[in-house]
């Protein structure tokens, strides 16, 4: 990639982080390519469609919730680390509003830009549970999919004005229901 094209593609990734975490994941693609300072056919040059531009965003935090996954596995007790790796993961989920759909959707179709990426903190998550549940600290009757869908469920949760306030709470709710002992 030349190096002008290099520039503005981490540009436009730098500010579509920014208008997403502001507007959610319906956030305009005109209004990205304007505030980036570049035409609207430069952005779809780089990323043809939302999803596609959506998956290169989200490529980088769940590639970066795999690997906290597997220090976590080898640092924190197993409790600890499905707790500290769900929390991060709803924050994540929830720091863009609208993408928990996304994410729901993606992971159902192979063919979705964002499958992949799914798939892969999925499984990171699952390896974090079933630690859990080898020690003795997670329910057995839990399997990656339910804890994909609890991650979704309580991002959502705090996506709601009139449920936000209590995110936290629920978000203990529902790692107390998943938890033993």
Partial sequence: MRADARKNYDHLLVVARAVLTEQGADASLRDIARRAGVGLGT???HF???EALLETLLRESFDALAVQAAELEASSPPRE???SWLRDCV???H???GVTELMVAAIEDPESALHGSCVSMRAAGTRLLARAQDDGAARPDVDGTDLFALVAALAWLGDQPGLAPRAAHLFDVVTGAVLTG
């Fill in 91 to 93: 924050a994540f989920a």
């Fill in 81 to 83: 680390a499905l707790v």
């Fill in 48 to 50: 043809p469609t939302r």
């Fill in 95 to 97: 720091a863009y509003r």
């Fill in 43 to 45: 952005l779809y040059r």
